[in-house]
């Protein structure tokens, strides 16, 4: 079925606005996956603040190509059936939740990526990205150094607390 012009002209501009907030737009060939498999990827997607969408490529092409971040981009890799992964809220989300459902779905190829000032990512860039620990698994690591010395500090006073109050006891009893 044919999609109707005003129809492609709104899904142009659904996507320009997707890469335009996006911190890292992901690609994967999706040939083999069922329409629940996909489902399934879209509502995992969803709970890790990942948008991902089925266009055509052609489509993809005209909303890069009237964005002035991604209009020198090169989009020759943009070929066969794609789905697109993005997220505005973190850079390595997207290839996360793709690398992770690929694990038990071998189906789901990368293809690419592109970067939030317009670079275009190879698919073994995006499989390193998709290695790297998410915004908020950093910001718990900062946060667990952060707090270790206080914690040895704590635990140290404690320990001693403790020999104190004991010591005081026997005194008392004795």
């Known amino acids: 079925m044919a999609i109707s012009k005003a129809k492609k002209t ?8 997707l890469l335009s907030n996006s911190k890292l737009t992901v690609f994967a060939q ?7 498999d996909v489902q399934n990827l879209r509502r995992s997607a969803r709970e890790a603040g990942v948008t991902i969408k089925v266009v055509k490529n052609r489509l993809v092409r005209v909303a890069m190509s009237q964005s002035e971040t991604y209009k020198e981009t090169d989009t020759s890799v943009l070929k066969g059936q794609l789905l ?34 317009g670079e275009a990512i190879d698919a073994a860039g995006v499989k390193a990205l998709a290695g790297l620990p998410t915004k908020n698994e950093l910001i718990g ?19 001693n607390l403790h020999a104190l109050l004991d010591g005081v006891r026997d005194k008392a009893t004795a």
Request: aromatic content about 8%.
């Open 10 to 17: 709104d899904l142009v501009a659904e996507v320009s606005e």
């Open 30 to 36: 999706y040939n083999g996956l069922s329409v629940a």
């Open 84 to 117: 697109y992964a993005a997220s505005s809220e973190d850079e390595v989300s997207p290839a996360k939740v793709l690398d992770e459902f690929a694990k038990t779905h071998p189906a789901l190829q990368f293809v690419g990526g592109f970067g939030m000032e």
């Open 141 to 159: 690591q900062v946060v667990n150094t952060l707090l270790s010395p206080v914690n040895d500090v704590t635990n140290a006073l404690s320990g």
